[in-house]
């Protein structure tokens, strides 16, 4: 298993898009933090679902990318056990789309995965 930390990510459902000064959230950053809580005006990236009518402005920066129903509601991203990327492709990346999930917690190698190779021991 590779080594990791456990922290939380949380979303701005409030502040102002785009910024009039540099000490301003910006309304749908997330943050990464090291507590265990939700700083007023903002919400853990685990998938919950909001209402539309309550977060208008977050609504319509994010839409349904993260489910809902687009009437009444909409979900914040389920950061939950996942990494963020960058969304579109890089040299030799395959193609990403923002809101696009992937990925398994636990994968099984098989010898047949493994490339030929071959081990050299030195008797002295």
């Given at each position: 298993m590779q080594p990791y930390l456990v922290v939380n990510y949380s979303i701005a459902l409030q502040g102002v898009y785009p910024s009039r000064n540099g000490y301003d959230n910006y309304i749908g950053e997330i943050c990464i933090y090291?507590?265990?809580?939700?700083?007023?005006?903002?919400?853990?990236?685990?998938?919950?679902?909001?209402?539309?009518?309550?977060?208008?402005?977050?609504?319509?920066?994010?839409?349904?990318?993260?489910?809902?129903?687009?009437?009444?509601?909409?979900?914040?991203?389920?950061?939950?056990?996942?990494?963020?990327?960058?969304?579109?492709?890089?040299?030799?990346?395959?193609?990403?789309?923002q809101g696009e999930m992937s990925g398994t917690e636990t994968v099984t190698i098989t010898t047949g995965q493994l490339p030929a190779h071959s081990h050299t021991v030195i008797y002295q």
């Open positions: 090291g507590f265990n809580f939700e700083p007023q005006g903002w919400a853990l990236c685990n998938g919950q679902i909001l209402s539309i009518s309550q977060n208008t402005a977050l609504f319509s920066l994010l839409g349904t990318m993260y489910g809902g129903n687009g009437q009444t509601t909409f979900a914040l991203p389920d950061l939950r056990g996942r990494t963020p990327i960058h969304f579109g492709q890089g040299p030799g990346l395959s193609t990403r789309v």
